[in-house]
């Protein structure tokens, strides 16, 4: 924060609020000013060379001249190595204890004078000099780790270092948690530091709001995924690699990772991309997956205008026949959990009304609890000792200005914050969500919790000196700034889950961190504006999958610019076919409501919202396995390819579980768009027409739908016309076999869910559909609708 951010802010709101946003950005300097006090001189420090080990369960210890290293290979096949004492534990991204150590590795001498671990999934090495290399069982060399340095304060505190890591020439990065700027990160720093995605620089992905420094990296010789287990601030500098052609020699890809402080430990896991997905969630734990009423089309909106204006939304839905299985008030009716009841007396009526028609209403709730006399939160909050405070022992205060949306806390005024890194705090904050459920909500929606201010300067209002409680270590806001949405969707997702435990929660939060997924699910924010947000959507979703989100999504058309009915239908198309279906109403932005953009818009968003329900079985099984494999909804066309290059290249297409590929319009104006498709036989879904791949085709693509191929041998449950399950089997190739999974809807409950295996083949010219149990064949026991035959 320094005088020119001080002097903007009078600048972009004015006089008055000017003042008051200088005086608090003020306040927030001299906070940050108190500490942490500047590094001044600083010490290098490299490991050295090695001088011993020690075996232990699953590895041991390596000692160095400067530096110790403890390495160890569990049970489920993943790595972990830490450096000067760096255990997996304490951790916000493990889900309890860390796998046990593999008794079957075992520490043993390698050559020049390194040491090694071999097991039967990956063998990790480390050099005389403090390099980790970790290979596949047949010696490839999957990941290097450089030896690192620290740089440590001669006068004393938290040592930043910097890690240089090689992956092969031909590998692809993705990951880093929801970036906008493409599935593939592409040559660049990124920073790992959760920010408001609303109003930035106006750069594609420069704002996350969830980030992780989770890397997965694809390569001929395999797939492995990186996580260094550190939530301070920091940047990750990638750079991809280069062949060389005839003798010319390759040039590896490289990841540069800088953190300002905290441990250097990581964990590796390896495989197939499936069976990485499946390591890592056991690691960070599976994700819990959203109530079944949560898959279907929702609708978010300000929580200005009353029940009246709930009422008027919902009649739209139904007068136009479009389905709407959930609706979002935004922060215009509360800024927390019991405040402001303007226009909703009848809310718990409404919302009887509405759950009898299959509708839930979802509450915004944001961090930030107005300071002020006669807010009872506030009061509980301070009798509880429950707010964030700064060295000198006073209670933190941040100062949020409305921006002309309605958005987190969206009224002026100052602004304590919860430290939900204390137990006690998060206890007593679900608590008051009884309050939510008395009012009919079934869900909750967490806005704002980076957390941010949404002053022009958009600075942190917790200064980095902040203190906070960090589960019993205690520490400040450069450690505690990352994980502060993920503890407090913790928060939310214990107080529903003890207040109705017969009900999994919904709780939808915008920002997080590893570990996200088991309390929930992630909303992107706010995306660019235009087309280009549409690419930045799916990038998205489709990066959080990868990192073990699978449960996301932004809002439909976005909350700001233009938008025009070519663009806002497809973004329903898009939309129909990721993990969160969302559309938005567009306050003081134009329209928004989908029978707002004209009668053939309205048509085709019908249809899209059709489908979606037709698919809502398929939805369901996708979830449930999410949460048994780790697997995501949306994945990359490469998932199941990972050596086709092509595949990895490709970023304007996905696969919805292993059935489906959806090709969605990118493109003003676009009519006709090209495709590639992994290997197989692939069914266009409207005409049944094959096409054969690996390869690219071009397809039809009218503003009335986007192409989505189904896979030749696919069993896909969806919902009949009568409204029951049915089963959708598309033709197998001759010679080939197929089959899909299925598992029933279980509720909203915690109802144990099984899954039913089914198989398709060619039998006599028919296409024939068995589900297997027990070992043997038996008829499916639902009505099968074959398509695809004779094509």
Not at 372 to 396: I, K, L, M, S, T
């Amino acid at each position: 924060m320094d005088g020119r951010e001080l002097v903007r802010s009078m600048r972009v709101v004015g006089s008055i609020q000017g003042f008051r946003a200088a005086r608090s950005a003020w306040r927030q300097r001299r906070a940050d000013a108190g500490e942490p006090a500047r590094r001044g001189p600083e010490r290098a420090r490299v490991p050295g060379p090695v001088s011993g080990a020690e075996p232990l369960p699953g590895g041991g210890t390596v000692r160095f001249a400067r530096a110790r290293l403890r390495l160890c290979v569990t049970v489920n096949g993943a790595v972990f190595w830490g450096w000067d004492g760096a255990e997996p534990l304490p951790s916000y991204a493990l889900d309890g204890a860390p796998p046990e150590p593999d008794p079957r590795a075992c520490l043993e001498p390698d050559t020049d004078g390194g040491w090694r671990v071999v097991s039967e999934r990956v063998t990790v090495a480390v050099s005389r000099h403090g390099a980790v290399e970790v290979r596949t069982p047949g010696g490839v060399v999957l990941r290097r780790e450089l030896p690192p340095r620290w740089w440590e304060p001669v006068a004393g505190g938290r040592a930043r270092w910097v890690q240089r890591s090689q992956v092969p020439a031909d590998a692809r990065f993705f990951g880093l948690g929801g970036r906008a700027g493409g599935l593939r990160l592409r040559d660049g720093t990124y920073r790992l530091w959760n920010s408001d995605p609303g109003k930035g620089s106006g750069a594609i992905g420069d704002a996350p709001s969830l980030t992780m420094p989770v890397q997965v990296v694809v390569a001929d010789a395999g797939t492995h995924l990186a996580f260094h287990d550190n939530a301070w601030d920091g940047g990750l500098t990638l750079r991809e690699g280069e062949e060389g052609e005839g003798s010319g020699h390759d040039r590896p890809g490289t990841a540069e990772l800088r953190m300002d402080g905290g441990p250097l430990r990581c964990w590796v896991v390896v495989g197939t991309p499936a069976r990485v997905l499946h390591g890592w969630t056991a690691l960070t734990g599976a994700p819990t997956p959203p109530p079944s009423w949560a898959l279907g089309p929702q609708h978010a909106r300000s929580g200005s205008g009353g029940v009246r204006e709930v009422r008027r939304t919902v009649a739209g839905y139904r007068e136009h026949g479009l389905p709407l299985s959930g609706l979002h008030l935004g922060t215009g009716h509360q800024d927390a959990p019991t405040a402001g009841r303007d226009g909703f007396t009848d809310l718990p009526e409404l919302a009887g009304e509405l759950c009898t028609d299959g509708i839930r209403l979802v509450s915004a709730v944001g961090p930030a609890v107005r300071a002020e006399p006669g807010n009872a939160v506030y009061a509980e909050g301070q009798a509880a000792d429950a707010f964030v405070r700064d060295v000198r022992g006073h209670e933190v205060r941040g100062r949020q200005t409305h921006r002309g949306r309605t958005r987190g806390a969206s009224r002026s005024g100052e602004y304590a914050y919860p430290d939900f890194t204390d137990p006690a705090v998060r206890a007593w904050w679900g608590g008051l969500y009884e309050e939510r459920l008395a009012r009919g909500f079934a869900g909750v929606w967490h806005d704002a919790n980076e957390p941010v201010a949404f002053a022009p300067f958009g600075a942190s209002t917790l200064p980095r000196s902040a203190r906070h409680r960090l589960d019993g270590r205690g520490g400040d806001h450069r450690e505690a700034h990352n994980v502060y949405g993920l503890a407090m969707a913790r928060a939310g997702f214990e107080g529903l889950r003890q207040l109705r435990p017969e009900e999994r929660p919904f709780v939808l939060a915008r920002s997080g961190w590893a570990g996200s997924q088991r309390y929930g699910g992630a909303w992107s924010g706010g995306v660019p504006e235009g087309w280009p947000a549409l690419r930045a959507a799916l990038a998205l979703v489709l990066g959080l999958g990868l990192c073990g989100v699978p449960y996301s999504g932004p809002d439909v058309g976005g909350c700001d610019g233009a938008l025009s009915p070519e663009l806002y239908l497809r973004w329903c198309q898009l939309a129909s076919y990721l993990p969160l279906f969302r559309t938005h109403a567009r306050t003081g932005a134009g329209p928004g409501e989908p029978w707002e953009f004209g009668g053939d818009v309205l048509g085709h968003a019908r249809t899209a919202l059709v489908e979606r329900e037709r698919l809502r079985p398929y939805l369901v099984t996708l979830a449930q396995l999410a949460r048994l494999t780790g697997a995501p909804y949306a994945r990359p066309l490469w998932w199941g390819a990972p050596e086709d290059r092509s595949l990895r290249d490709c970023e304007d297409s996905f696969l919805l579980g292993d059935a489906l590929l959806v090709a969605p319009v990118l493109e003003r104006g676009a009519e006709r768009r090209a495709v590639r498709l992994p290997r197989g036989r692939w069914y266009d879904t409207l005409t049944e027409t094959a096409y054969e791949g690996p390869g690219p085709v071009v397809l039809d693509a009218p503003l009335s739908r986007i192409p989505v191929l189904a896979r030749a041998g696919a069993v896909i449950p969806v919902r009949g016309e009568d409204g029951g399950l049915e089963l959708e089997a598309w033709a197998p190739a001759a010679g080939r076999t197929g089959g899909g999974l299925v598992v029933r809807d279980p509720g909203d409950g915690w109802e144990h869910a099984e899954v039913e295996r089914y198989t398709s083949r060619l039998a006599d010219g028919e296409v024939r559909v068995t589900r297997v149990t027990a070992g043997r064949s038996v008829e499916p026991g639902w009505p099968v609708r074959v398509r695809g035959a004779g094509r």
